[in-house]
């Protein structure tokens, strides 16, 4: 038994009615097809080294609890059957692309930044379908597509659809292994016309309670199932997964929300860094860069309501 399931073996109970307020702290976004990739290039190799990078990050993701979003976003690839060019005195570089199942030409031109260690004026550049290699003689640098569409302002503005809600934690790590079925389930499905991402994020959770023993306080545990719940009721909908695993989540949350008196629950998914592929929508709701709703708890079961945006700032990203 671990630690965690110790600690959650008898929940206390909150003398007072709380109310959480939870908004993203740190968020990521990583190319989950990329880690089902059969081409594994050497380390050695700037990609291999890209990828190791990448499952290293998600590696280490397993070990905490962090809320995890399966989002498509249209299929895109670089061209490596045609050429880039530079713009007349400056950094700026256009490159082709492939968009969608069809592949259908196009480019996207973004403003290279030389790096402080780079012996080139201009780097050597190096395409793949999915990467891009730039080698700027005493280093290289490599980028996904989606990189590129994250770093510029492409002119390609796509929504990311968000099709699953989940928690990071699982020290047999069949995230990062790309063995977690759901999910594989939906990366095949998207795999025609669709590229999969993950959106990892970490939250805080303010909790406003006249409760001030440290013991009536929930563990992030805690907090964490009742978001990942709050999550999946909002994006996937009342009716989302199996009737199994419905019941298991109702009985869970049932007992959080009586341990803890939890009156009311808002999410905010804004901040200040946020850029177009925030842009999130589902089956379920709009898209929008910044869902901003609040939860209420019967019986186990979670309502939402979507809150007005005025007189609430956006937070900041945790440095």
Not at 43 to 69: C, S, V
Not at 72 to 96: C, E, H, M, V
Not at 121 to 137: A, E, R, V
Not at 244 to 259: D, I, N, P, V
Request: one cysteine or more.
């Amino acid at each position: 038994m671990s630690s965690d399931d110790a600690a959650e073996l008898a929940l206390p109970r909150s003398s007072a009615p709380q109310v959480w307020d939870a908004t993203v702290s740190e968020t990521s976004f990583y190319w989950y097809d990329l880690i089902n990739d059969p081409k594994v290039a050497d380390f050695h190799d700037p990609i291999g080294r890209y990828q190791r990078r990448m499952q290293f990050a998600l590696d280490a993701t397993m070990e905490k609890r962090l809320i995890f979003m399966l989002v498509a976003r249209p299929r895109l690839r670089f061209d490596p059957k045609r050429s880039t060019s530079w713009g007349f005195f400056s950094l700026k570089l256009t490159i082709p692309i492939l968009l969608g199942g069809d592949e259908r030409k196009s480019t996207i031109t973004v403003e290279l930044k030389t790096p402080f260690e780079a012996t080139f004026k201009k780097p050597l550049i190096q395409l793949y379908d999915k990467y891009m290699t730039l080698n700027w003689g005493s280093m290289t640098e490599t980028f996904t597509i989606h990189d590129l569409m994250q770093r510029h302002d492409t002119g390609l503005h796509y929504p990311s659809k968000v099709q699953y809600v989940g928690q990071t934690r699982d020290p047999a790590g069949r995230l990062a292994k790309g063995r977690l079925m759901a999910v594989s389930n939906l990366c095949d499905s998207n795999a025609q016309d669709y590229d999969t991402l993950l959106l990892v994020q970490n939250f805080n959770v303010a909790v406003d309670t006249e409760a001030k023993e440290f013991a009536e306080q929930a563990s992030q545990r805690s907090q964490m199932d009742v978001l990942e719940a709050a999550l999946i009721r909002y994006f996937e909908g009342a009716d989302a997964r199996s009737p199994q695993e419905h019941r298991l989540r109702r009985e869970r949350l049932r007992s959080l929300h009586e341990a803890y008196m939890i009156d009311r629950l808002t999410i905010d998914l804004g901040f200040k860094e946020a850029n177009d592929f925030y842009d999130l929508e589902s089956a379920e709701v709009e898209k929008s860069r910044r869902h901003l709703f609040a939860c209420s708890f019967t019986e186990g079961l979670v309502a939402v309501e979507r809150l007005a945006e005025q007189g609430r700032p956006l937070v900041s990203l945790e440095a």
